[in-house]
Structures are given as C-alpha cells and as structure tokens.
T-cell receptor, first 115, second 110 residues
Framework: NAGVTQTPKFRILKIGQSMTLQCAQD?????MYWYRQDPGMGLKLIYY???????DKGEVPNGYNVSRSTTEDFPLRLELAAPSQTSVYFC??????????????FGDGTRLSIL | KNEVEQSPQNLTAQEGEFITINCSYS?????LHWLQQHPGGGIVSLFM???GKKKHGRLIATINIQEKHSSLHITASHPRDSAVYIC????????????FGKGTHLIIQP
C-alpha cells in the first residue's frame, strides 16, 4: 500500500527560487494537510483541505500556496523561497467519516533547505 | 488555541524499564493522538483516544478528559522503542488539523 507519497525527499533551493512539494494519497481520503516541523518545535499546520476544490489556511500559511484539483493530490507551492522556510514538510490525510475518530496518515516528509 | 505540553522533553532509560510520557492540553478536545517519529523522520500513528485507555502490544495510552491529561506507557522497553513520541490534539469540529506537542525524545540503552 502506497498510502501518502511525498516528493521530493530532499531539496536545496536558493533564496527567491520557487518550487512545488508534491503529495499524493491513494486511500480516497477527503481531508489532507500540510505541516512543517522545525527543530525543537511541534509540527505546525500550513494549509488543509476538506475535499477537492476546497482549501483553507492553517496556523502558518504565509509564503505558501496550495491547490486541490483532485481528491488524490495536494501540492504545496513556495513562490519566493526564504531561509525561514527551511524545514521538514509533512503531508497527511485522513478519512472524513467520523472525523473526530480518524487517525492521520503521514508521508515520509520532504527536507527542504533554503540557502 | 490549544496549548499542548509534553514531559519529559528527553528521556534515557535502560532496556526493560517501564516508561511513562505525559501530555497535557489547555482546552477541550475531540480526540488525542499519540504518534511515533523514528530517526529516519517518518511519523506513524500509535493511538487515538477520546476517553479511557487503549493497549497495543507493549504500549498503553490513557486519557483523563477532566484533568486534560494523557499518558503513554511502554512496558519492557527495548532499544527499538527509541524514537520521538509526539502528542497531538484535535479540537471539536475536527477538520482543521492537529495541534502538536514538541515531542519526547526517548533513548533506550541496551
């Protein structure tokens, strides 16, 4: 089972460059999330989506954009990379039914460095 | 906004010891998650609790809703249990993701 797949696993960007972090899930989950994890800090929510065509901001959305054109894919876009965006990014998904009682399934993460 | 606090931040123990990791949160929740993150970085869901107690193998998770507190216990700890254990909570309403603690870094020495 593939579950949640993130690509790339590692990336180094220069300041001002742009890139898209890819996330795909094959579990037909409506809910998808992007988190970032900084050293010594808890994961923080960047954006989330409750279904195709519907996205909303989380706690730390500045500098990022998302889209959700299909149930399977939830890409995260960095338009003008800044050193403060150096982090490990995790995508997650969960089922809709009984959302309060559904676990989140995480991808393996993308380690991004902005130099 | 919920504040999630974990203790201890770091824990080193000998193989076989009984381990307890604590989590407290500030406002009411619909569910609490315990997650495990291995050195390779992947995150795995261990438990999801809204009341009472759950057991899976050597792992036990409990929650006290009135006290806003949860504990994760590991019995007969083993070096392969070495990982970061993360507590996260879901607010009532649920769709907008989890709020995470900073994690407890556990090392089990042989």
């Amino acid at each position: 089972n593939a579950g949640v797949t993130q690509t790339p696993k590692f990336r180094i960007l220069k300041i001002g460059q742009s890139m898209t972090l890819q996330c795909a899930q094959d579990m037909n989950h409506n809910y998808m999330y992007w988190y970032r994890q900084d050293p010594g800090m808890g994961l923080k929510l960047i954006y989330y989506s409750v279904g195709a065509g519907i996205t909303d901001k989380g706690e730390v959305p500045n500098g990022y954009n998302v889209s959700r054109s299909t149930t399977e894919d939830f890409p995260l876009r960095l338009e003008l990379a800044a050193p403060s965006q150096t982090s490990v990014y995790f995508c997650a998904s969960s089922r809709t039914q009984g959302i309060n009682n559904q676990p989140q399934h995480f991808g393996d993460g993308t380690r991004l460095s902005i130099l | 906004k919920n504040e999630v606090e974990q203790s201890p931040q770091n824990l080193t123990a000998q193989e076989g010891e009984f381990i307890t990791i604590n989590c407290s949160y500030s406002v009411g929740i619909s569910a609490l998650h315990w997650l495990q993150q291995h050195p390779g970085g992947g995150i795995v869901s261990l438990f999801m609790l809204s009341s009472g107690k759950k057991k899976h193998g050597r792992l036990i998770a409990t929650i006290n809703i009135q006290e806003k507190h949860s504990s994760l216990h590991i019995t007969a700890s083993h070096p392969r249990d070495s990982a970061v254990y993360i507590c996260a909570v879901r607010s009532p309403g649920g769709a907008d993701g989890l709020t995470f603690g900073k994690g407890t870094h556990l090392i089990i020495q042989p």
